[in-house]
């Protein structure tokens, strides 16, 4: 019986059982247990399996001595510790799965939901190690804590444009997970939500954004770059520690504090802009990396109680800052550690909260960069992901080219829009 698949409806289309029980407060059906939620209201919950399958379908009604039940929900770790099933369908008639409902099904590789429901409960895949494909329904609001838990297989999730909220530790230890597009809709992203996340490369944090949690994307070790588009006012405590592999990260002007061990061990970290607003930098929140550039844009230095830069310079780190404040930083025990402190007359500093994140055609060729339907006599700039002004130009057609002597990250801003382009070629 392990390996016969199980089709728990006559028919596919109708998703309908016929049977005469109707004293019981349960009933099985093909080694499927079913609850009577309520017999007036005529809702059935799916309570587990009574033997093992491999192909779970379960069914929209069930036809109980003439009576039509209605699959409403799957209970709290109904299906959990099952490890033959290997995919399930839900139906669309199901309002609530519970907490824990597929835990450690370790053979489950594949799910289809077509309920409408608005939260994935807690716990809902956790340790399901093989599951590579499952969908996330687009009324969802709410990703729960744990939800998808060391599903080591899962390589793509598409998070839908109503999910507000996605809960602690929901896809952490997905080690497979290489790319992650968060929508505009999401606000709130929980402590450890993707944290050991060791193949994530592409992620941004979208400006609706307004809570990063601590651990969020601790030891993601294969991002290289970040960019944090929300209005987020904490950088907590080991955020984006252990990013090994992290070269670019942008601060916004909303932040007003960077917790302690924020970037630790992100080692390959080697420039940072403090933006203006930040008003307090723990102790070791750099600990681990060698920056050999830190901007300041605040022209007074602001007056940490720690000394965060002390143990993350080295003998050559240059403080760039903005001219005529060389000796209130110099002065200043949180700043004093620098061994070259160099004035700008213009921080060229893109204001990152003011700036429209729109799209308009850009696009690279080795170290070119091209914009093929530009007007003539525009304003154009390019700034590192530093938010420093590297390159301004004029231009003077309808279609503008022109090339960088570097790779990396980097952000245009042409006619009031800004547009992030990537150059990986070699030098």
Same mark, same amino acid.
């Not at 003439?66 to 490890?83: H, L, P, W």
């Not at 598409?158 to 992650?180: H, M, Q, W, Y």
């Given at each position: 019986?392990?390996?016969?698949?199980?089709?728990?409806?006559?028919?596919?289309?109708?998703?309908?059982?016929?049977?005469?029980?109707?004293?019981?407060?349960?009933?099985?059906?093909?080694?499927?247990?079913?609850? #009577?939620?309520?017999?007036?209201?005529?809702?059935?919950?799916?309570?587990?399996?009574?033997?093992?399958?491999?192909?779970?379908?379960?069914?929209?009604?069930?036809?109980?001595?003439?009576?039509?039940?209605?699959?409403?929900?799957?209970?709290?770790?109904?299906?959990?510790?099952?490890?033959?099933?290997?995919?399930?369908?839900?139906?669309?008639?199901?309002?609530?799965?519970?907490?824990?409902?597929?835990?450690?099904?370790?053979?489950?590789?594949?799910?289809?939901?077509?309920?409408?429901?608005?939260?994935?409960?807690?716990?809902?895949?956790?340790?399901?190690?093989?599951?590579?494909?499952?969908?996330?329904?687009?009324?969802?609001?709410?990703?729960?804590?744990?939800?998808?838990?060391?599903?080591?297989?899962?390589?793509?999730?598409?998070?839908?444009?109503?999910?507000?909220?996605?809960?602690?530790?929901?896809?952490?230890?997905?080690?497979?997970?290489?790319?992650?597009?968060?929508?505009?809709?999401?606000?709130?992203?929980?402590?450890?939500?993707?944290?050991?996340?060791?193949?994530?490369?592409?992620?941004?944090?979208?400006?609706?954004?307004?809570?990063?949690?601590?651990?969020?994307?601790?030891?993601?070790?294969?991002?290289?770059?970040?960019?944090?588009?929300?209005?987020?006012?904490?950088?907590?405590?080991?955020?984006?520690?252990?990013?090994?592999?992290?070269?670019?990260?942008?601060?916004?002007?909303?932040?007003?504090?960077?917790?302690?061990?924020?970037?630790?061990?992100?080692?390959?970290?080697?420039?940072?802009?403090?933006?203006?607003?930040?008003?307090?930098?723990?102790?070791?929140?750099?600990?681990?990396?060698?920056?050999?550039?830190?901007?300041?844009?605040?022209?007074?230095?602001?007056?940490?109680?720690?000394?965060? #830069?002390?143990?993350?310079?080295?003998?050559?780190?240059?403080?760039?800052?903005?001219?005529?404040?060389?000796?209130?930083?110099?002065?200043?025990?949180?700043?004093?550690?620098?061994?070259?402190?160099?004035?700008?007359?213009?921080?060229?500093?893109?204001?990152?909260?003011?700036?429209?994140?729109?799209?308009?055609?850009?696009?690279?060729?080795?170290?070119?960069?091209?914009?093929?339907?530009?007007?003539?006599?525009?304003?154009?700039?390019?700034?590192?992901?530093?938010?420093?002004?590297?390159?301004?130009?004029?231009?003077?057609?309808?279609?503008?080219?022109?090339?960088?002597?570097?790779?990396?990250? #980097?952000?245009?801003?042409?006619?009031?829009?800004?547009?992030?382009?990537?150059?990986?070629?070699?030098?």
């Amino acid at each position: 019986m392990g390996n016969r698949r199980l089709f728990i409806s006559l028919a596919l289309v109708i998703f309908s059982f016929v049977i005469s029980d109707l004293c019981a407060e349960s009933i099985v059906i093909n080694d499927i247990s079913f609850v #009577f939620n309520d017999k007036e209201t005529e809702n059935v919950s799916v309570a587990g399996l009574k033997d093992v399958s491999d192909t779970i379908i379960i069914p929209n009604t069930i036809l109980v001595a003439g009576t039509k039940y209605k699959v409403t929900e799957i209970e709290d770790d109904a299906f959990s510790g099952n490890t033959v099933m290997n995919s399930i369908l839900i139906p669309s008639s199901v309002e609530r799965i519970g907490n824990g409902a597929f835990r450690n099904c370790t053979s489950l590789k594949n799910v289809i939901i077509s309920t409408s429901i608005e939260k994935i409960p807690d716990n809902l895949f956790e340790g399901c190690s093989n599951l590579e494909n499952v969908n996330i329904p687009k009324n969802v609001v709410h990703i729960g804590s744990s939800a998808f838990l060391n599903c080591k297989s899962l390589k793509n999730i598409d998070i839908p444009v109503t999910v507000k909220e996605i809960g602690v530790k929901a896809f952490s230890g997905c080690t497979s997970i290489n790319r992650l597009d968060l929508p505009e809709s999401v606000r709130i992203i929980a402590d450890s939500a993707f944290s050991g996340c060791t193949s994530l490369s592409y992620f941004d944090i979208p400006a609706s954004v307004k809570k990063l949690g601590k651990y969020a994307f601790y030891g993601c070790t294969a991002i290289k770059d970040i960019v944090i588009y929300g209005e987020v006012r904490d950088i907590e405590e080991y955020t984006f520690a252990l990013c090994e592999e992290l070269e670019s990260i942008n601060i916004p002007n909303s932040v007003i504090k960077i917790g302690a061990y924020a970037f630790s061990n992100c080692s390959k970290l080697r420039a940072i802009m403090i933006p203006n607003s930040v008003i307090d930098i723990d102790n070791d929140a750099f600990n681990g990396c060698r920056f050999e550039k830190v901007y300041s844009t605040n022209p007074e230095p602001p007056a940490f109680i720690s000394r965060p #830069f002390v143990d993350s310079i080295t003998d050559n780190s240059i403080l760039y800052l903005p001219k005529g404040s060389e000796c209130e930083y110099k002065n200043s025990p949180s700043w004093n550690c620098f061994s070259k402190y160099v004035p700008l007359d213009n921080m060229n500093i893109l204001g990152m909260e003011d700036t429209a994140f729109d799209k308009f055609t850009v696009y690279t060729d080795g170290n070119r960069i091209i914009i093929p339907d530009s007007e003539a006599g525009e304003e154009l700039t390019v700034y590192d992901y530093n938010g420093i002004r590297i390159k301004t130009l004029t231009t003077d057609t309808s279609y503008t080219e022109f090339t960088l002597d570097r790779t990396g990250m #980097f952000l245009v801003n042409y006619k009031g829009k800004t547009e992030k382009i990537i150059l990986k070629y070699k030098l």
